[in-house]
């Protein structure tokens, strides 16, 4: 049987997978007979043929085989000729219409993202279509420090505070966004104009954060209280660096000051695999087959990921959305496994690898018995080009259904969608009444 045809076999199994949000937290429910990545293990995708997936309030109670125990009373759904997998983790977006430092100063350390994310954006939604369940929301690269980025969990919110993941302590989680090479380069006398002034600038700061740090702390200054949980290594550095030379500076610059970072992009990241893999420093990767617009990106390589793979980097993929769209991040591992990168290594850097990155791994990026029931219904090969992704549930809830004709708007693009501030129903019932002659 062809992909396509089993797509299209798969997909008449959808409409018995209905659930209700309501239903989904109240009563246990079963999706049974599906093949389910879990992500599981230290190594490869952790596949269950004719498996069983168990949710209750929110959480994963049960994965398994077919002979998996199901709970008294949980309604059963037949998921037969479906896949069951993990939700997307992207390390790198810019949805909700989030903004950043402005152009007072090159370094802004107690500019916050969830200061300026809107919760009602419809990117958020159409994230959710591609299968994103959590997302490192950055501010812009324009800065050699552009504020502290957001760690957003996809439910459904009213406030930013709703969508925030939160450590043991109840704090909101979220990075730092630096960058270096020529997007933080202007003619402002408050930036730098090249590359070494960037990086001298970068460490007059640092060690002036390191004296605060380390004294009385009075006044309270709260930009460097962000640099001292930098410096604690309780905030990571996302480091946006493209050319090799710019990633050995970054390199250095977390040599010298012992901060963990996250490389974020390193377009050229594959001529410096092994400096990076001996740095034991991970990569959120982007493949851009249309590099346009940025010399920077004019050497960018489809085999990036699979070197940095078989180099022994930690890679995960990101959308830095709208760069790559977050509806088609199953392309983008596509491509990284076009480029040789395996597919197991594809799917994990798609989930569980991006999870570790954001200290999130003991709560998503993987289907296991206790973590949260982020998951994706596809009727397919989560690879293949005829695949559909169907449902997106998070913490148990359906926040996705492409068979809602609102959802699937989001999903395919359509008259309406991606609108900020309007409903795409009402946009789309105002075209049928001009087009009707109302």
Request: glycine share 12%.
């Amino acid at each position: 049987m062809t992909l396509r045809k089993t797509a299209l076999a798969a997909s008449a199994c959808l409409a018995a997978l209905a659930v209700s949000p309501a239903a989904a937290q109240d009563t246990p429910v079963a999706f049974t007979g599906a093949t389910i990545h879990t992500m599981g293990g230290d190594s490869g995708t952790g596949t269950i043929e004719d498996g069983t997936l168990v949710i209750h309030r929110g959480m994963i109670v049960a994965v398994g085989g077919a002979d998996t125990e199901v709970p008294a009373g949980a309604e059963m759904r037949d998921a037969s000729g479906l896949v069951i997998m993990p939700g997307i983790v992207d390390t790198h977006s810019h949805i909700g219409q989030v903004s950043g430092a402005d152009s007072s100063a090159a370094i802004q350390p107690d500019v916050r993202a969830l200061d300026a994310i809107n919760v009602r954006d419809s990117s958020i939604m159409r994230a959710r279509s591609g299968g994103v369940t959590t997302a490192n929301i950055m501010p812009g690269s324009g800065h050699l420090m552009g504020g502290q980025t957001f760690y957003m969990h996809l439910v459904e919110g009213n406030s930013i505070e709703s969508m925030a993941w939160r450590d043991g302590d109840g704090d909101i989680m979220g990075g730092m966004k630096m960058a270096n090479g020529t997007n933080p380069i202007r003619e402002n006398p408050a930036f730098p104009s090249t590359r070494a002034r960037s990086a001298a600038m970068v460490r007059s700061h640092f060690i002036a954060a390191q004296e605060y740090c380390g004294g009385e702390r009075s006044p309270v200054d709260i930009g460097m209280e962000a640099m001292c949980e930098i410096l604690d290594g309780d905030r990571l550095v996302h480091f946006h660096t493209h050319r090799s030379d710019d990633i050995m500076t970054a390199l250095r610059l977390r040599e010298e000051f012992g901060f963990e970072m996250l490389i974020q992009h390193g377009i050229e990241s594959y001529i410096v695999a092994e400096e990076i893999a001996a740095a034991d420093v991970p990569v959120s990767a982007i493949l851009v087959d249309s590099p346009g617009g940025k010399l920077e990106a004019r050497n960018a390589n489809l085999e990036t990921a699979a070197t940095l793979e078989r180099a022994g980097v930690f890679v995960s993929l990101h959308s830095d959305d709208n760069i790559i769209d977050s509806r088609l991040m199953f392309r983008h591992a596509g491509i990284a496994v076009r480029g040789g990168m395996s597919r197991d290594g594809a799917l994990r850097a798609l989930t569980i690898n991006g999870a570790v990155q954001l200290g999130l791994e003991d709560r998503v990026g993987s289907l296991e018995e206790g973590k949260m029931a982020d998951f994706l219904i596809l009727d397919g090969d989560p690879l293949s080009v005829y695949t559909d992704l169907h449902e997106t549930w998070v913490m148990g809830e359906l926040l996705f259904d492409r068979d809602n004709p609102e959802d699937l708007l989001h999903a395919t693009g359509g008259h309406g969608a991606g609108n900020p501030q309007m409903n795409t129903h009402v946009l789309e019932r105002e075209a049928d009444m001009l087009e009707n002659g109302q």
